[in-house]
């Protein structure tokens, strides 16, 4: 009979409004919500239904209407006021945030996850005292809430106190000996005092437990420098540039080492770089909100980066990492106005304007993708990464000639990169300059002998025209003997076959092209082809009609009409000519 009731209660929502049986007059149309007979209590749990919904969709503005509504039928329930807290956050609406928060904590003192962000609203409003009591309560209703502690610790550091913030970060390592931001926040407490030792320690025990972080790393690394110990740091970089071959700190640092160069001056400056790094509120909830997106937790993220957002709305960077997070949830205006508030003079004005970039490329504005994309060339206009980016909007503009110039900058800039020499020789192709798009495949594999896709195309295109056949069925080994299993390489051997008339072993390893590649049409029709060849003809038939389905390339399609008609007036029998 309950799950009857809310079946019901769950229709209504859905519907807006029902009526019992015999409500219509005479005009038909139903009687206002009200006259179900409904009480608020069981309004308002259908408003909160309707608001988990569109939470779960991403649906954040209906979900706002939705609890709000369910707050003013039932105005006790704390999880509605826990619920827009969070919301509210979202919208950067603090003040409010805080409102709702305080009430659902007032009445469940014991929800630990709604007392944080009490908290988390209280340092962003300035009131750090309040925060920190909110803190220490968690900690003591919850021993086990890291957050707790690490943003504890951080507005005691901040308020100068930091015997305090280390004490706090003792317990917690105690409480959770496996707490890898624990150790890590302790190493960086004890480098900013300027004591080595203990931060060498701490770091260790953090890395201990999670050996392939970069954070970790790179500041352990920094100690074992001021440490006078150029060996151990020299491996500590090493590895973080294994696992982010992009990091500029430990590259430039690493380098520097290399180079031998011993300044007393700058390793005093480096010891007040350790100096600068000590905790802070902001920078701790930062560090909190990037982990969430790390590991995909776009709504703890959302709302940790917003908090840091009003706090410290001077930090682009917060503006742009949350334009991630709402890129992933699909939030696209949202996401338009954090990347949009990144300025030019900011670092991460190029990201920001790629991010917007790919943001209309997946709403299939090309124009702006490439507006975007333009944006942040002008800001890095030696970024091979952003101009292979243009190539690819531009080709999918089918602006081809833009594509090839493009393409030709970039292998200007880099005359050594065969991928780039490749890239070059395919748009050469499109563009229906077939001797420079093999020049560029041959110097490509010059450059790299291992090369598979120039390799193969060179040997395909030899296929095609039927030239140097040998060669070309050498070429296209090479290209196999690097991957084996690519299904394009394949039908470029079974290609070459086929045109030696060898069509036994064309149609072998055609065949098992189709297998690996699934409908491409180009493939079927060189196995429909090989078929008729060996004498089956109602199977190459069948495969032209599959190929004739699914190619867009009006050449193909009139050459496959052709085959058809050509085989199907051979009834089956016979060889027509190709």
């Given at each position: 009979?309950?799950?009857?009731?809310?079946?019901?209660?769950?229709?209504?929502?859905?519907?807006g409004?029902?009526a019992?049986?015999g409500?219509?007059?005479k005009?038909g149309?139903?009687?206002?919500s009200?006259?179900?007979?409904?009480s608020?209590?069981?309004?308002a749990?259908?408003?909160f239904?309707?608001?988990e919904?569109?939470?779960r969709?991403g649906?954040y503005?209906?979900?706002?209407?939705?609890?709000?509504?369910?707050a003013?039928?039932?105005?006790?329930?704390p999880?509605?006021?826990?619920?827009?807290?969070?919301?509210?956050?979202?919208?950067?609406?603090l003040?409010?945030?805080?409102e709702?928060?305080?009430?659902?904590?007032?009445?469940?003192?014991?929800?630990v996850?709604?007392?944080?962000?009490l908290?988390g609203?209280?340092?962003?409003?300035?009131r750090?005292?309040?925060?920190?009591?909110?803190?220490?309560?968690?900690?003591?209703e919850?021993?086990?809430?890291?957050?707790?502690?690490l943003l504890l610790?951080?507005?005691y550091?901040?308020?100068?106190?930091?015997?305090?913030?280390r004490?706090?970060?003792e317990?917690l390592?105690e409480?959770?000996?496996?707490?890898?931001m624990?150790?890590?926040?302790?190493?960086?407490?004890?480098?900013?005092?300027?004591?080595?030792?203990?931060?060498?320690?701490?770091?260790?025990e953090?890395?201990?437990?999670n050996?392939?972080?970069?954070l970790?790393l790179?500041?352990l690394?920094?100690?074992e420098?001021?440490?006078?110990?150029?060996?151990e740091?020299?491996?500590?970089y090493?590895?973080?540039?294994?696992?982010?071959?992009?990091?500029e700190?430990?590259?430039r640092?690493?380098?520097?080492m290399?180079?031998g160069?011993?300044?007393?001056?700058?390793?005093?400056?480096e010891?007040r770089q350790?100096e600068?790094?000590?905790a802070?509120?902001?920078?701790?909830r930062?560090?909190?909100?990037?982990?969430y997106?790390?590991?995909?937790?776009?709504?703890?993220?959302?709302?940790?980066?917003?908090?840091?957002?009003?706090?410290?709305?001077?930090?682009?960077?917060?503006?742009?990492?949350?334009?991630i997070?709402?890129?992933?949830?699909?939030?696209l205006?949202?996401?338009?106005e954090?990347?949009?508030?990144v300025?030019v003079?900011?670092?991460?004005?190029?990201e920001?304007?790629l991010?917007m970039?790919?943001?209309?490329?997946?709403?299939?504005?090309?124009?702006g993708?490439v507006?975007?994309?333009k944006?942040?060339?002008?800001?890095?206009?030696?970024s091979?990464?952003?101009?292979?980016f243009?190539?690819a909007?531009e080709?999918?503009?089918?602006?081809?000639?833009?594509?090839?110039?493009?393409?030709e900058?970039l292998v200007?800039k880099n005359?050594?990169?065969?991928?780039?020499?490749?890239m070059?020789?395919?748009?050469y192709d499109?563009?229906g300059?077939?001797p420079?798009?093999?020049?560029?495949?041959?110097?490509a594999?010059?450059?790299?002998?291992e090369?598979?896709a120039?390799?193969?195309?060179l040997?395909?295109?030899?296929?095609?025209?039927?030239q140097?056949?040998?060669?070309?069925?050498?070429?296209?080994?090479r290209?196999?003997?690097?991957?084996?299993?690519d299904?394009?390489f394949?039908?470029?051997?079974?290609?070459?076959?086929?045109q030696?008339?060898?069509y036994?072993q064309a149609v072998?390893?055609?065949?098992?092209?189709?297998e690996?590649?699934g409908?491409?049409?180009?493939?079927?029709?060189h196995?429909?082809?090989?078929?008729?060849?060996?004498?089956?003809?109602?199977?190459?038939?069948?495969?032209y009609?599959?190929?004739?389905?699914?190619?867009?390339?009006?050449a193909q399609q009139?050459?496959l009409?052709?085959k058809v008609?050509a085989?199907?007036?051979?009834?089956?029998r016979?060889?027509?000519?190709?």
């Amino acid at each position: 009979m309950k799950r009857c009731v809310i079946v019901f209660l769950l229709l209504c929502v859905s519907l807006g409004a029902c009526a019992p049986l015999g409500s219509r007059g005479k005009s038909g149309a139903s009687r206002p919500s009200v006259d179900l007979g409904l009480s608020p209590r069981d309004q308002a749990l259908g408003a909160f239904l309707k608001g988990e919904v569109a939470m779960r969709n991403g649906d954040y503005d209906t979900a706002l209407e939705a609890y709000e509504r369910a707050a003013r039928l039932d105005p006790e329930e704390p999880r509605l006021h826990a619920r827009l807290a969070h919301l509210y956050v979202r919208r950067g609406e603090l003040e409010r945030a805080h409102e709702e928060a305080s009430y659902a904590v007032e009445k469940r003192p014991s929800d630990v996850p709604t007392r944080m962000l009490l908290a988390g609203t209280l340092v962003g409003l300035g009131r750090e005292k309040e925060a920190a009591e909110e803190y220490r309560v968690v900690i003591g209703e919850s021993p086990t809430t890291a957050e707790a502690y690490l943003l504890l610790s951080a507005l005691y550091t901040k308020a100068g106190e930091s015997g305090k913030a280390r004490i706090v970060l003792e317990r917690l390592v105690e409480a959770d000996p496996g707490s890898v931001m624990g150790y890590y926040y302790l190493g960086r407490l004890h480098a900013g005092a300027g004591q080595l030792d203990e931060a060498r320690d701490s770091f260790a025990e953090a890395l201990r437990r999670n050996s392939r972080s970069v954070l970790i790393l790179t500041d352990l690394a920094l100690v074992e420098e001021m440490r006078q110990n150029p060996q151990e740091a020299n491996l500590l970089y090493r590895r973080v540039l294994a696992l982010d071959p992009g990091n500029e700190v430990a590259r430039r640092r690493l380098a520097g080492m290399l180079a031998g160069q011993k300044r007393y001056d700058e390793a005093l400056k480096e010891f007040r770089q350790l100096e600068r790094i000590e905790a802070d509120p902001t920078e701790t909830r930062l560090k909190i909100g990037l982990i969430y997106l790390e590991k995909g937790d776009f709504e703890n993220a959302a709302t940790e980066l917003n908090l840091v957002r009003r706090a410290n709305p001077e930090d682009h960077s917060v503006a742009y990492y949350l334009g991630i997070v709402y890129s992933e949830t699909g939030e696209l205006n949202r996401a338009d106005e954090a990347l949009s508030s990144v300025p030019v003079d900011s670092p991460l004005y190029a990201e920001a304007r790629l991010q917007m970039a790919y943001l209309a490329q997946r709403e299939d504005d090309l124009d702006g993708a490439v507006d975007y994309a333009k944006q942040a060339l002008e800001t890095r206009p030696d970024s091979s990464g952003i101009i292979e980016f243009l190539i690819a909007l531009e080709r999918d503009r089918e602006n081809i000639p833009k594509a090839v110039s493009l393409a030709e900058r970039l292998v200007n800039k880099n005359p050594n990169n065969d991928r780039y020499h490749f890239m070059l020789g395919a748009l050469y192709d499109e563009a229906g300059n077939r001797p420079a798009a093999l020049e560029q495949m041959r110097e490509a594999i010059e450059m790299n002998p291992e090369n598979a896709a120039a390799l193969n195309y060179l040997g395909y295109s030899m296929a095609e025209a039927g030239q140097e056949l040998e060669e070309a069925e050498r070429l296209v080994k090479r290209a196999l003997a690097v991957d084996p299993n690519d299904g394009f390489f394949i039908d470029s051997l079974g290609w070459v076959f086929y045109q030696r008339g060898k069509y036994p072993q064309a149609v072998e390893q055609l065949e098992r092209a189709v297998e690996l590649t699934g409908n491409d049409p180009t493939i079927n029709e060189h196995l429909a082809d090989a078929y008729r060849r060996v004498g089956r003809e109602l199977e190459a038939l069948q495969l032209y009609r599959e190929a004739l389905a699914s190619t867009t390339d009006t050449a193909q399609q009139h050459r496959l009409e052709t085959k058809v008609r050509a085989v199907e007036r051979a009834g089956g029998r016979g060889e027509p000519s190709l």
